[in-house]
């Protein structure tokens, strides 16, 4: 009797390896691409949820398209390979710089520009993985193409997703991560070139197409730092004088006719000439008012507000023994505890010994400790988003709640009661869900125009209650209460509670704040 043995498959040989390599960087590349425009186009469109999805979905379906088209690629498949290499290394790797400059000399082409590009890019990719596959069925056995090819996709796909937020983009920021993935593409062309060397025509007609793009890529990483601050100064229209990127958001510190001016992911936090007005109404009306009920406040806790002029404010009461601030990114508060200039703006609260800070989410950060405050100041960022929509829900205030001290204040600010005016009372309808007592106010701040906050308790709120601090630029006893009457233009609404599971306030918010863009 005999057995039947199967044959010994043969070491993978030079052409399997550098095809497999090149399936594994092809997928890298083709997915910083669309992270690189779905980031771009959260800082510049807002709301990342939708932008990413849309980025994406748009992406995948243009490699559906890419890969039907393969079917009509028939001969010179290594030269077909080569070519669409260098087209994504080019469109590609210039995609960001490309719409960094459309949104500041073109904005109205922004949108169109982003989607046409991923497209072209997505295509491309489309059309790219059916060719590898068709040249290494010369290679490799049928059973194990697709595996290997899709498995190597995969991993090409995963070493950049880990990646992309935690050194790409904080290291080389976005502009230089495209030109990074588009010279890794022309290094796949290059290799390409001398490994089919035997059966691509023209090759040196290749070799200067090859070139071209690579000096192309080179001389933009060169000018990536001038493309940047340019795109930003006219964006901006004021001189950036800090720009940093990191995994959470894109931080630009501007300087003009204003002062310095902050922005978060494009958006206006604070302007020098008149964030004084903005700070002392966050935190002076309850950090006076909790006198009344005996004693000053001691301990006291800062949700956002990592430039540090919320707590600038709460340091000017002496009674205060602690501040623990609580801010997600480590990189505001190391600039604005470094940085000469922005140290004078926030009078170095952040050096300060009664102060500690705690770089984390807010949320787990409420979810997972134990210690009660006096006072709670919330001030982080308009609800543009799903990730920042999640610190406006009656989850989140539930939190706070039980965080909060049984005689104690906290208070959020909520937006413009008058250009939102939805989203502002879908805020004290969710901090009344979660069981606390509100009372709302508004000030005007020239900046930002109506700004509204609300006060969250368990106890009553009187304002006007309590001693102000000397050298207040804005408050008095007697304009601290008007703050508390609401026009009929502001006046309540009925609103849903925003919770977790709809994050309605999210939608509501970019409707209203959308027609005032219109």
Not at 40 to 51: E, M, T
Not at 302 to 323: S, T
Not at 403 to 422: C, E, I, N
Not at 485 to 500: I, K, Q, T
């Amino acid at each position: 009797m005999t057995t039947a043995i199967e044959p010994k498959r043969a070491s993978p040989g030079p052409v399997e390896v550098a095809l497999l390599a090149s399936v594994f960087l092809v997928a890298a590349c083709g997915l910083v691409y669309e992270l690189v425009g779905a980031a771009l186009a959260s800082y510049v469109l807002g709301d990342s949820v939708l932008q990413f999805s849309t980025v994406i979905g748009t992406y995948l379906f243009a490699m559906g398209i890419g890969s039907w088209l393969s079917r009509h690629v028939e001969r010179q498949l290594p030269a077909q390979f080569l070519r669409i290499e260098l087209l994504i290394a080019l469109v590609g790797g210039l995609l960001p710089a490309l719409l960094f400059l459309a949104n500041a000399y073109l904005p109205s082409a922004f949108r169109g520009l982003l989607y046409g590009l991923v497209l072209l890019v997505g295509t491309l990719v489309g059309l790219e993985i059916p060719l590898v596959m068709r040249i290494l069925r010369h290679h490799v056995q049928l059973k194990d193409l697709v595996s290997q090819v899709l498995t190597f996709d995969y991993l090409g796909a995963l070493a950049v997703s880990i990646a992309f937020p935690l050194w790409l983009v904080p290291q080389l920021g976005l502009v230089r991560t495209g030109l990074l993935f588009g010279l890794l593409n022309v290094a796949v062309a290059f290799w390409a070139l001398w490994l089919f060397r035997g059966e691509i025509r023209a090759r040196s007609a290749h070799t200067v197409a090859a070139l071209m793009v690579l000096a192309t890529l080179l001389g933009t990483w060169a000018m990536a730092g001038r493309i940047t601050s340019t795109s930003e100064d006219r964006f901006f229209q004021d001189k950036v004088v800090r720009a940093e990127t990191t995994p959470w958001q894109r931080i630009v510190v501007t300087r003009g006719p204003q002062g310095h001016r902050l922005f978060l992911n494009g958006n206006l936090q604070f302007a020098q000439s008149d964030e004084y007005r903005y700070h002392e109404a966050l935190v002076h009306p309850v950090m006076s008012a909790y006198a009344t009920g005996g004693g000053a406040p001691r301990h006291v806790a800062v949700l956002g507000g990592g430039d540090g002029m919320a707590v600038r404010e709460i340091l000017k009461y002496p009674g205060v023994e602690k501040v623990t601030l609580v801010e997600l990114d480590p990189a505001m508060t190391r600039l604005f505890s470094t940085d000469e200039t922005l140290r004078q703006l926030n009078g170095d609260a952040l050096n300060a010994p009664r102060v500690q800070i705690v770089n984390t989410d807010a949320f787990q950060w409420l979810e997972q400790g134990s210690e009660q405050f006096d006072v709670i100041v919330v001030d982080f960022p308009d609800p543009t988003n799903f990730a920042v929509g999640k610190l406006y829900t009656e989850s989140f205030y539930a939190l706070l709640a039980r965080r909060l001290s049984a005689s104690g204040f906290a208070v959020v600010q909520t937006t413009s009661p008058l250009v939102a005016r939805q989203s502002f009372w879908t805020v004290a309808a969710t901090i009344e869900a979660a069981g606390l007592r509100t009372a709302p106010y508004h000030a005007h701040v020239p900046s930002f125009g109506e700004w509204g906050f609300i006060v969250a308790s368990r106890r009553p709120f009187t304002p006007g209650g309590g001693t102000l601090p000397a050298g207040l630029r804005f408050l008095t006893p007697d304009t601290l209460k008007l703050l508390f009457d609401f026009p009929a233009d502001m006046a309540r609404v009925p609103a849903e509670v925003n919770r977790l599971s709809n994050q309605v306030l999210v939608h509501t918010y970019e409707t209203e704040w959308g027609k005032v863009a219109k």
